[in-house]
C-alpha cells in the first residue's frame, strides 16, 4: 500500500517536472531496451554524436540491476539509474530522446523534447495493433495494443530500415509522424565491414580465441508463451550438441547467440571447444565472424543479409508460432535459404554447407532478399541522425 502511494506521488512529481521546466537545449538521453546494457541503434547513434558533441550533454538511462555491469563496460559512459531523481530530472529537461523500445505511458513528455525512436528490428511477426492475441504475462490484448498506439503518438521521428518496415510501422504502431527512410544507424558497421577481412580475424580471435575454422552462428527468437514467470523466458536447444559437432570440421565453431529475454543459463559442458554461448558480445560482431547464420522467425535475418552470407532457417515448431501466437507479415517460404523441416533435416543442411559453403540453389533468392530489405542499408544512418539533431538544436535556437 505504501509502496503503491509512494509509487503514485513520484509519478505526478514527475510529470508535474516535465510541464513546468524548460528542456536544457542539447542535451540527450538515451536508453537501449528499456535500461540494458548500451547497445543497438542509440549506441550507434551515441558512437556518432560524442565526436562532436561534450559527454556532459550525452546520457544513459540504465536499470538499476544493470548499473555495475554498465560501469565495467563503459566506464566513459554518463549512465544514470532509471527511476532515480537525476533520471527524473534528466528525462523531463532532455532536449531528445534517443529509445529503441517504448517508455511508460504515463511518463509525460517536455513539450520541446525531441522523441527519435529508433525501434529494433525489421518485423517479421506482428506487432502492436496487429497482434491479434497477446499471449505476455501482465497485460491483455487490448491493453497491449491500446498502449503501444498511445505511446507511438509520442514519437517525433521513427527510423525505418526499409520500405516494407516503414509500412507495418505505420499501420500497426498506427504512426502519423516523421519516418526518417535512412536505414538502421547499428547497421552502418556492417555496411562499411563486410568486406574487411582483418577486421574479421581480429573479431574471431577475441571472440572464439582462433583465426582458423568457420563460425556457424545460432539466434533464435523467444516465445512470447514459453515464460516461467512474468519477465523471465526459458530457452529451447532444438539439437542434439554431440550431433551438431559430429557435422563439423575441428576448427569449425558454433556461436549460440540466445535472445536478451532469455536468462536461463545453456549447458554446453563438454562441448566448450567448439560451442560457444556469445550472450554480451556485440551481436555485430557475431555476424561479421559468421560464414552461416542458423535461426527461426527473429529478425536478426534482415541485418545479416546485409552481407549475403548464407543462411538456415529451423522453425521447429512453426505451426504453433504461426497460428497460435504472433504470426508473421512475410510468407516463411520466401526467407533466404533452406528451411529445415525436422531435425535430420537440419543437420543434412549443416552438412551440406559445411561440404560447399553455400546453398547454391538458394544464392539468387539470398540476393534479392538483400535488395529489397536492406535498400537504405548506405553505411550513413547514424550520421543522418546526427544532422537531425543539429537540426532541431539550430531551429530552437532561431
Known amino acids: ?44 547513434i551515441y558512437q556518432e554524436l560524442i565526436k562532436k558533441m561534450e559527454k556532459k550533454n550525452l546520457y544513459w538511462g540504465i536499470k538499476k540491476e544493470n548499473m555495475r555491469a554498465a ?25 531528445f530522446w534517443i529509445f529503441n523500445s517504448r517508455m511508460p505511458n504515463w511518463l509525460k513528455k517536455n513539450k520541446d523534447t525531441v522523441y527519435i525512436q529508433t525501434w529494433h528490428g525489421t518485423p517479421l511477426k506482428k506487432l502492436g495493433a496487429d497482434i491479434q492475441e497477446v499471449a505476455m504475462p501482465g497485460t491483455d490484448t487490448e491493453k497491449y495494443k491500446n498502449n503501444f498506439i498511445v505511446e507511438a503518438k509520442r514519437w517525433d521521428y521513427l527510423v525505418a530500415p526499409n520500405e516494407y518496415s516503414e509500412k507495418i510501422f505505420k499501420q500497426a504502431f498506427q504512426f502519423q509522424n516523421n519516418v526518417l527512410e535512412i536505414g538502421y544507424p547499428r547497421n552502418d558497421e556492417l555496411v562499411n565491414n563486410k568486406d574487411n577481412k582483418q577486421l574479421r580475424n581480429e573479431l574471431k580471435q577475441k571472440i572464439i580465441g582462433k583465426e582458423s575454422g568457420r563460425v556457424i552462428l ?76 542458423i535461426t527461426d522467425y527473429s529478425s536478426v535475418m534482415f541485418d545479416f543479409a546485409i552481407l549475403q552470407r548464407p543462411m538456415l532457417f529451423y522453425p521447429y515448431d512453426i505451426e504453433h508460432y504461426k497460428e497460435k501466437l504472433r504470426g508473421f507479415y512475410l510468407d516463411y517460404n520466401e526467407v533466404p535459404g533452406p528451411i529445415a523441416q525436422n531435425e535430420e533435416e537440419f543437420y543434412q543442411f549443416i552438412q551440406e554447407f559445411m561440404s560447399y559453403g553455400k546453398f547454391s540453389q538458394y544464392e539468387d533468392k539470398v540476393h534479392a532478399f538483400e535488395q529489397r530489405f536492406c535498400q537504405w542499408e548506405k553505411g550513413r544512418a547514424s550520421q543522418e541522425v546526427s544532422q537531425l539533431i543539429d537540426k532541431e538544436v539550430e531551429l530552437k535556437i532561431k
Request: hydrophobic residues 40%.
Open 1 to 44: 500500500m505504501i509502496k503503491r502511494v509512494l509509487s503514485k506521488i513520484y509519478k505526478i512529481i514527475f510529470n508535474f517536472s516535465a510541464t513546468v521546466f524548460p528542456i536544457q537545449k542539447g542535451m540527450v538521453l538515451l536508453e537501449t531496451f528499456n535500461g540494458k546494457l548500451p547497445s543497438d541503434n542509440p549506441y550507434a
Open 71 to 95: 560501469k565495467e563496460k563503459y566506464p566513459d559512459l554518463n549512465l544514470v539509474p532509471r527511476f532515480s531523481v537525476k533520471w527524473l530530472w534528466l528525462t523531463t529537461r532532455a532536449n
Open 218 to 293: 545460432y539466434a533464435p527468437t523467444w516465445r512470447d508463451d514459453y515464460f516461467i514467470k512474468k519477465g523471465s523466458y526459458k530457452f529451447f536447444m532444438p539439437f542434439d550438441l554431440e550431433k551438431i559437432t559430429q557435422c563439423l570440421g575441428k576448427e569449425d565453431t558454433v556461436v549460440i547467440r540466445p535472445h536478451y529475454l532469455v536468462g536461463d543459463s545453456i549447458n554446453i559442458e563438454g562441448y566448450e571447444d567448439q560451442i560457444k554461448i556469445c550472450m554480451n558480445e556485440p551481436i555485430n560482431e557475431l555476424y561479421l565472424i559468421s560464414d552461416l547464420l
